[in-house]
């Protein structure tokens, strides 16, 4: 069966410090893998997908960037965080069948 | 475009009592529909989908769903409530036509469930 990891679970950083938030996936190949990220208000922004190694698609410009090294890889980062970075980020994937799968999260404060 | 709408942003029903969550939605073809529910500092939990074929999907822990095509709706509905159901449910859309590398979903902002003993 297929699990989708995340790490760190949470994480305090300062204003203007980098950061770099990974998620891996077992028992598929070739997923397809999102990032999203959700606000104290609940809603779902989809930040970053890709849909092969190397091949990132960015939905909202902003100094978050994504990279994919491995099949089953997907690092979130930023070289400066902000205060409006704070969030619940979510990784997820989906293969063949049409519904995604989210991993268990990671709660980045920025102070 | 492709878009969701839940207008509700609670629901209050009590244990025992039928459920109904709303979910109506908005593509240029014909939709894939899915439920998601979050419990607190969670990812989400997938429920239920529709593709195609029957208009009423059952998926995970006693849940199911109308697919209305004419009312563009996708209703969560569950007989008789439980506390454990409390939680944050998320409607998602896709539109089936969309191109190779249209992957995304997008999501409703969410219905806070709230079951009362």
């Known amino acids: 069966s297929q699990t989708i990891h995340q790490w760190p679970a949470t994480l305090v950083q300062p204003v203007g410090s980098p950061l770099s938030l990974e998620c891996t996936v077992e028992g598929t190949s070739n997923p397809n893998l999102y990032w999203y990220r959700q606000a104290a208000g609940r809603g779902l922004q989809l930040l970053f997908y890709s849909v092969g190694i190397g091949q990132i698609s960015s939905e909202v410009p902003q100094n978050l960037s994504a990279s994919r090294p491995q099949d089953r890889q997907f690092i979130l980062s930023s070289k400066k965080l902000l205060l409006s970075d704070s969030g619940f980020y979510l990784c997820?994937?989906?293969?063949?069948?049409?519904?995604?799968?989210f991993g268990p999260g990671t709660r980045l404060t920025v102070t | 475009a492709q878009s969701v709408a839940q207008p509700e942003d609670q629901v209050n029903v009590a244990e025992g009592n039928p459920l109904t969550v709303k979910c109506t939605y908005s593509?240029?073809?014909?939709?894939?529909l899915f439920w998601y529910v979050q419990y607190p500092n969670r990812g989400l939990q997938f429920l239920l989908k529709y593709i195609t074929g029957d208009n009423l999907v059952k998926g995970s822990y006693g849940f199911e769903a109308e697919f209305n095509k004419s009312q563009t709706s996708f209703h969560l509905k569950k007989p008789s409530a439980l506390v454990s159901d409390s939680a944050l449910y998320f409607c998602a859309v896709r539109d089936a036509t969309s191109g190779a590398g249209s992957y995304q979903l997008t999501f409703g902002k969410g219905t806070k469930l709230s079951v009362i003993p």
């Open positions: 593509v240029s073809g014909n939709p894939y």
């Open positions: 997820a994937w989906s293969g063949r069948m049409y519904e995604q799968y």
